[in-house]
Structure formats: C-alpha cells, structure tokens
DNA sequence: TTCCAGGCGTATC
DNA sequence: GATACGCATGGA
C-alpha cells in the first residue's frame, strides 16, 4: 500500500510520494500547461490555481512552494490523484512482458484529475497536432483570458475571433463545442454520471470530437480509468505487441496502462 | 520540398 | 463498416 504523506513546513507543503514522477506526469501529453523551469522543477496551472513543485535531493519527497494545507487538501491532492495507489496498479500491469517494462521504465507516472471543460477543449485542439504546438496554441489562450477560459467565458468566440490563436481547422471544432455546452444541451456533470461508453457517444455529437479526442477527456478530465485513447502512438503499439488487443490485466484501468505504453513507445528503442 | 503531428469529417463503396 | 482523402499550421 502506497500513503500520500505531507506536512506543512513555513508556507509550503512537503509531501512524500514515492509514485510520483514529475516528467512522466506533468510533461507527458496529459496536461499541456506545465514547464519545465529547471531540472527539478515544474511552474503550471489548474483552473485558477498556480503551482510550483520540486522534487527535493531526497527522491520521492517533493516540495509544493506556497501552497497552504487548506489549498494543498482541497485542490492538489485531489490534481494529482494521491488518493489512488499506483503501486498496486504498476503490480497488476506488471503481469505482461511488455507493460512491465514499460513501468519499469516509466515508474512514477499518475494521471492527473484535471477539469473536464479543459481537457475537451485541449483535446479538441491537439488532433492531428504536435505536443509543443498544442502548447503553444493553448499558452495563447490563456494568455488572452489571463487564464484557461470556461465555455461561458468563451461564449462569443467566433472562428474569427479564435483566428490569433492559430488552431486551423480547430478553431470552427472548439466553437462548435463552446456553443453545446453553454446552450445547456450538454452538461459536464451529466457526462461524468454516464458509463464510459456512453459518456464517449455524447462527447462525440461535439464537431471535431471523435474516439480519440472523446477517451482522452473521459481519462484526463473526468478520471474514467477504462478509457483507452487510441493515438497514432498507441495504434503502433497495439500493432506491434498486442495484435489481438490488450491483456487482460489491465482490465478496468486501460488507460493507466495506455499512459505507460504511449510513453514507452516513443522511446524505444528498436 | 515533403513529411509528420496524442484525428476527424465527408464521400464513396 | 471500411477505406481514402483533405484539412491549417509549423517544425524537422
């Protein structure tokens, strides 16, 4: 059993997470507002709130800098899921050859409880798009909003109005979705009532939203573990070692192990 | 210059 | 249902 352990210390917190890996974590395709400020370090954003975090010399012990135990327990915690013990996951996926190298390797990766609205959007964004440009398009609109918009927020967009953001043909995609949500034809807390399935038929009625877009809002934004996005990274994976799909461990958290392949075979070495 | 990127809509069969 | 193709943009 794995125990998030913190204490406070001056205005910071300091917690003790041995299956948490800042890298794998907050610069692995699943939240695009995170940067790297120095070897140990990440600055970012969720909803309103502003983060730095380290991981200290001492490995496996982090530091949140200015972060309150109010904020820490009612906001961070749940971010970074540390309620969810990832070591008794890591031990079920280990079963097969592959996935056991893959989390050998990637140890430390956990997936981030963000907010539904964002991912959508994010998502919608970054189809048939680079991880850096994905940044860059979303660091945009923020910048605009001093923050990431909600769909009331972004209510008057227009494709025109979106033109700075340099998203292409997303930008008619993101309108499409902005208006959805804030005519009240789709709510985000009926989708997270649904099951996976079809939580995923309705994500889909969004234009520009397909099962790949859908799956990783349900995995990243609404923690539907059973989500398995597949992207042209994954699609090489399953092509290569899982042709007759996926093994039956990872049953029931299909996308825990789809973060660890997706990271896996961007790297492997062949 | 061509190819590719955490895909999807549309046309066609 | 499956397959083919175009799509905005920008980096390699």
Redesign the pocket.
């Known amino acids: 059993m794995n125990v998030t352990d913190f204490f406070v210390q001056g205005d910071d917190i300091v917690l003790r997470q041995s299956e948490l890996d800042l890298d794998q974590t907050l610069d692995?395709?699943?939240a695009f507002r995170w940067e790297r400020i120095s070897p140990d370090t990440y600055h970012g954003y969720f909803l309103n709130n502003e983060l730095t975090i380290s991981e200290l010399q001492e490995k496996g012990v982090f530091k949140l800098h200015n972060v309150s135990e109010e904020q820490f327990r009612s906001v961070w915690f749940d971010y970074f899921d540390l309620g969810s013990d990832y070591s008794k996951m890591i031990e079920t996926l280990s079963e097969d050859e592959t996935l056991s190298k893959a989390v050998k390797q990637y140890r430390g990766t956990r997936i981030l409880r963000q907010d539904p609205w964002e991912t959508i959007s994010s998502f919608i964004i970054?189809?048939?798009?680079?991880?850096?440009?994905i940044k860059l398009i979303i660091s945009r609109l923020c910048e605009h909003y001093s923050a990431y918009p909600s769909f009331e927020d972004m209510k008057a967009e227009t494709v025109d109005t979106l033109s700075y953001l340099?998203a292409?043909?997303r930008a008619k995609y993101i309108v499409d979705a902005v208006g959805r949500f804030n005519s009240g034809e789709m709510t985000t807390e009926k989708i997270k009532t649904l099951s996976t399935d079809d939580a995923r038929d309705e994500l889909?009625k969004i234009?520009?939203?397909?099962?790949?877009?859908?799956d990783?809002a349900l995995l990243f934004g609404f923690h539907k573990l059973d989500a398995f996005?597949k992207?042209?990274?994954?699609k090489r994976v399953m092509a290569q070692y899982y042709p007759d799909g996926l093994p039956e461990c990872t049953k029931g958290i299909e996308g825990v192990a789809?973060?660890y392949l997706?990271q896996y075979i961007r790297t492997v070495k062949t």
Do not use: H, L, T
């Not at 189809?127 to 440009?133: E, G, K, T």
């Not at 992207?231 to 994954?234: E, I, K, L, N, P």
């Open positions: 692995c395709g699943q970054s189809q048939n798009n680079n991880i850096p440009r340099r292409g043909f889909m234009k520009g939203v397909g099962p790949k877009v859908a990783c996005p992207d042209v990274w994954v789809q973060q997706f």
